[in-house]
C-alpha cells in the first residue's frame, strides 16, 4: 500500500482553514508576527555579539535581567519599548519604515 503524501498547503487548508478564512487570516497574522519577532531577536544578538558583550551585560545597561535579554533574543517577549532599550543601550541608530507614513530614525 502506498503512502500518500501531502503539501504543506493541503495540510494548512485542512487542519487551519482555507485562505480566506478568518481561523487562516489570525493563523498567518500570528506567525508573520512571530517571524518579524524573530527577525527583531536576530539583529539584536547579532549586534550584541558585534560589541563582545554578554546578555548579562546588555542586560546591565537596559536595567533588565539578562533572562529577560535572552527572550528578546529569542523573539518572545519583545515590545518595541524593549527593542528601542536594546538598540538604544548599544548604542544603534534605528531606522523604521513606517509603510506609507515614511521613515523615522530614532
Known sequence: MAMKLHTLDELTDKYIGKVGT?????????L???LHAYHIGE?????RESQSLTQEQL???????????????RGKSITFASMMRAFKAMGIQVALDMKGVGSVVL
Open 43 to 47: 539583529a539584536i544578538k547579532m549586534a
Open 22 to 30: 478568518p481561523k487562516r487570516d489570525a493563523f498567518e497574522r500570528k
Open 59 to 73: 542586560g546591565e545597561r537596559m536595567g533588565v535581567q539578562r533572562a529577560q535579554v535572552c527572550r528578546i533574543e
Open 32 to 34: 508573520a508576527d512571530e
